[in-house]
């Protein structure tokens, strides 16, 4: 089982930006995709964004594409969301997960999941 730790989480008003982190702490990762989800109380997890093993391209939802960039640094078992220009609706848990889909979109395409870090956009 791999274990997923993210970090970065917090409190910033509109506008404002985070950089979120998810390492494997004893394990490589380099032949997953990484992907990140968030969920707010009472819905269902919802994708953000992922990216192949390959590290060439991200996939994102429309809701955050040219506001948030995937990327990933398989020498450090690392993987990253930068997220600029937050909005208050980006309020949420972000989770990181691991899969062997390529890109997946879907939470039930990956199989490792970090506990979360929460994003709070104040307006």
């Known amino acids: 089982q791999v274990q997923l730790v993210e970090s970065g989480g917090g409190l910033v008003q509109a506008g404002g930006s985070l950089r979120l982190s998810c390492a494997a702490p004893?394990?490589?990762?380099?032949?997953?995709?990484m992907g990140w989800f968030r969920q707010t109380p009472g819905k269902e997890r919802e994708f953000v964004a992922a990216?192949?093993?390959?590290?060439?391209?991200?996939n994102y939802a429309d809701s955050v594409k040219g506001r948030f960039t995937i990327s990933r640094d398989n020498a450090k078992n690392a993987v990253y969301l930068q997220m600029n220009n937050l909005l208050p609706e980006d309020t949420a848990v972000y989770y990181c997960?691991?899969?062997?889909?390529?890109?997946?979109?879907?939470?039930?395409?990956?199989?490792?999941w970090g506990q979360g870090t929460q994003v709070t956009v104040s307006s």
């Open positions: 004893g394990h490589t990762f380099s032949t997953y995709t």
């Open positions: 990216i192949a093993w390959t590290g060439n391209t991200g």
């Open positions: 997960a691991a899969g062997r889909y390529y890109s997946g979109r879907y939470p039930t395409q990956y199989n490792h």
